[in-house]
């Protein structure tokens, strides 16, 4: 038998956890079993110079340049050529017209057929994988749709779509439950997101590095700064445990849509000790340095940075949500509180606390063992 000739499919290539756990799940798949391709239909983000040499990358035609870009977004910054292209896309999945669509698109954009063909993000990406010619779909699922329905305006669409697909994959076993649960499907499996391989080595590069030596708790979080990710209840729960005398450093790493109104609720309450860092392409050095990793997520699939923090001996102050009791499984590896403010403000003050155990944690995930090769070997049964 020949290599198997793999698809994936993803709507853009931006710093952020899907793009990042894609590259790693291309660089790690045996070469002597597959020859891998990726669509990007709207090819940008900063990732795409992280895919791996050997993987052809295919961009989508004109008609998916807005697929990864919200109305709303477009109105606002009065992009009308944008919008009018988001319309026409918007019309013909509310008619349904998208199946024909995507068959004739697909035809102008690739020019073989595969054994498998995965959906990298479930929405959008779906749809398309759904009405190709490949012989074998997979969907992805990447996020706790109990929580955040991303599908909610076209249920009747993606329910369709799903019926042609094979297999879905979620990262955390609460977003396979909460998968099936909205969309009534039965065939998935859990399999936690591949961390990146060269996580200790890049953690190990001091030069990368500008978190300070400091006398008080270094704390970190590394995230787009979007809506899901909460950043401004992480900077709430900052000031108030600074107000109520647990000095510390809060460094954030990052950059995206409320970049602007971060940095300036931070300026009106004159928050000196908050530093933002911007977007790293190794963020890994500083993460090692913290000596506590926030997360302040509304919601998640499986959160690939608290496996990566704990990879690199920080801790890790989460909020409840999917994967944190996957990932969160010893007093030595942090703290998971309630997905709300106040327990947000209560949790990083307790953290806060006691610098002593902070720095105990730190020298028992020395031990700390994510699995790897394993995963890899999971994606191989199902591939």
Known sequence: MGKKKILFVNDEMRMGGVARVLN??????PRDKYEIDLLVLHKEG???????NDVHVYEGSKFFE???LSLDRLIKEKDYPKIASK??????????????????????ILDKQYDVEVAAKEGFCTIFTAYGDSKRKINWVLTDYSVKNYSVNHMSLVKQAL??????????????????????????VTIHNLMEDSILEKGN????????????????????????????????????AKERGYAHHLYLVGGGELESELKEYAE???MEHVHFLGYKQNPYADMKKADLFVLSSLYEGFATVVSESLMLTTPVLTTRVSGCEE?????????????TQEALNQGLIEALSNPARLKEQKEALKHHHYDNEAIIEEFVKVL
């Not at 319309?87 to 102008?108: A, Q």
């Not at 990368?208 to 704390?219: A, H, L, M, T």
């Open 327 to 339: 990932q969160i499984t010893s007093p030595d590896y942090g703290w998971i509180v309630e997905n």
């Open 46 to 52: 900063m990732l795409l110079n992280e895919v791996p």
């Open 268 to 270: 009106v309450y004159q």
């Open 24 to 29: 790693s799940l291309m660089r790690n798949l």
């Open 205 to 240: 590069r001091k030069e990368d590095c500008e978190i300070k030596d400091s006398d008080v708790p270094n704390v970190i979080t590394v995230a787009r700064f979007h809506p899901q990710k909460s950043i401004d209840r992480l900077l709430i729960a900052s000031q108030n």
């Open 87 to 108: 319309l026409r896309l918007l019309f013909y999945m509310k008619t349904g017209l998208i199946k024909k669509k995507i068959m004739e698109e697909r035809k102008r």
């Open 163 to 188: 019926q042609q697909i094979d297999l879905n994959i979620a990262d955390s076993k609460q977003a396979l439950v909460a998968y099936e649960t909205v969309f009534r499907v039965q065939n998935g």
């Open 66 to 68: 807005t697929v990864d």
